[in-house]
């Protein structure tokens, strides 16, 4: 259990009350999150993390002047939370940027906010699942590849009905497809997929979140052996994977044994994720 927040530079009891009814994050979705894992007592991929972050206050035109606002003292309060709540071996993290009070045009201010959250994690969340995913498309929506796609917003709504529809079809992560009908990403996840020896992914321009392991991976993986493509993916790509795999900060790679009828190895990915451990 977490014991204890962080509100806006101040360590408060976690069951503290802190937003009111007159919120925009709450009204809207007018707001930004990254979920973070801390090991060892160092924020893992933080610099991809509060570079997304910023990027996305500045896209969502908060003000940039806050005097705890910027990469470092983040970081810093991050990692002093963890601390408090006895949270340093290993963590969840949840970092909450939102603005303050007021009505559609008329906010008070332009100021980020922000709560941070911490948890306890099991060490053994970035190993390799050995029971595979099942995983299929979510039906009943559809994601716009506008220029706020690649944000983690806080208007989560289309995930969260496919994570629901996910759990009502015994499933454990749904896609979600763009307004093209391609694929975007998952719930909770980027989608890789690799044929013939090359991984795939799909383009930030087909609407997925701009996911801080994707980003990673695309760095990392062409120096390893395995060349990454962005693209266009259609659901026909996936039924002719040799293997697919999901991503995200928390729980690194995670092997997807099925998509409908098609179902997949996982001897590359199996390697790959051997040369990274350690690292994700």
Same mark, same amino acid.
């Given at each position: 259990m977490s014991s204890f927040i962080n509100f806006n530079g101040e360590i408060l009891p976690s069951n503290t009350n802190v937003l009111t009814a007159d919120n925009r994050s709450f009204r809207y979705g007018d707001g930004l999150f990254e979920t973070i894992k801390v090991a060892?007592? @160092? %924020?893992?991929?933080?610099?991809?993390?509060?570079?997304?972050?910023?990027?996305?206050v500045r896209l969502l035109q908060f003000e940039e002047n806050a005097p705890l606002f910027t990469a470092e003292k983040l970081g810093q309060q991050v990692l002093e939370l963890c601390k408090r709540n006895d949270h340093t071996a290993f963590a969840r993290? @949840?970092? &909450?940027?939102? @603005?303050?009070?007021?009505?559609?045009?008329? #906010? %008070?201010?332009?100021?980020?906010?922000?709560? %941070?959250?911490?948890?306890? !994690?099991?060490?053994?969340?970035?190993? !390799?699942?050995?029971?595979? !995913? &099942? %995983?299929? +498309?979510? #039906?009943?929506?559809?994601?716009?590849?506008? =220029?706020?796609?690649?944000?983690?917003?806080?208007? /989560?709504? !289309?995930? +969260?009905? =496919? =994570?629901? /529809?996910?759990?009502?079809?015994?499933?454990?992560?749904c896609l979600v497809l763009n307004n093209y009908d391609r694929v975007a990403d998952s719930t909770i996840a980027n989608l890789f997929y690799c044929k013939q020896g090359q991984v795939y992914t799909p383009s930030l321009a087909e609407g997925c979140v701009a996911g801080v392991m994707r980003r990673y991976l695309i760095a990392t993986l062409p120096g390893i052996g395995y060349p990454v493509q962005e693209k266009a993916t259609t659901r026909e790509d996936l039924e002719s994977a040799d293997e697919v795999f999901l991503t995200n900060a928390l729980k690194g790679i995670k092997w +997807?044994?099925?998509?409908? =009828?098609?179902?997949?190895?996982?001897r590359q990915i199996t390697a790959l994720h051997q040369q990274l451990s350690g690292n994700i």
């Amino acid at each position: 259990m977490s014991s204890f927040i962080n509100f806006n530079g101040e360590i408060l009891p976690s069951n503290t009350n802190v937003l009111t009814a007159d919120n925009r994050s709450f009204r809207y979705g007018d707001g930004l999150f990254e979920t973070i894992k801390v090991a060892d007592g @160092r %924020i893992l991929l933080g610099s991809y993390h509060f570079e997304r972050l910023l990027a996305g206050v500045r896209l969502l035109q908060f003000e940039e002047n806050a005097p705890l606002f910027t990469a470092e003292k983040l970081g810093q309060q991050v990692l002093e939370l963890c601390k408090r709540n006895d949270h340093t071996a290993f963590a969840r993290v @949840r970092l &909450v940027v939102f @603005r303050g009070n007021g009505g559609l045009y008329d #906010p %008070i201010d332009h100021l980020p906010n922000f709560i %941070i959250q911490s948890w306890s !994690l099991d060490p053994g969340s970035s190993e !390799l699942n050995e029971e595979g !995913l &099942v %995983i299929d +498309v979510f #039906p009943h929506g559809r994601k716009s590849c506008d =220029a706020y796609a690649n944000l983690k917003s806080n208007n /989560y709504l !289309l995930y +969260v009905m =496919a =994570a629901l /529809y996910a759990r009502q079809n015994q499933l454990n992560d749904c896609l979600v497809l763009n307004n093209y009908d391609r694929v975007a990403d998952s719930t909770i996840a980027n989608l890789f997929y690799c044929k013939q020896g090359q991984v795939y992914t799909p383009s930030l321009a087909e609407g997925c979140v701009a996911g801080v392991m994707r980003r990673y991976l695309i760095a990392t993986l062409p120096g390893i052996g395995y060349p990454v493509q962005e693209k266009a993916t259609t659901r026909e790509d996936l039924e002719s994977a040799d293997e697919v795999f999901l991503t995200n900060a928390l729980k690194g790679i995670k092997w +997807v044994k099925s998509f409908g =009828a098609a179902t997949y190895g996982c001897r590359q990915i199996t390697a790959l994720h051997q040369q990274l451990s350690g690292n994700i």
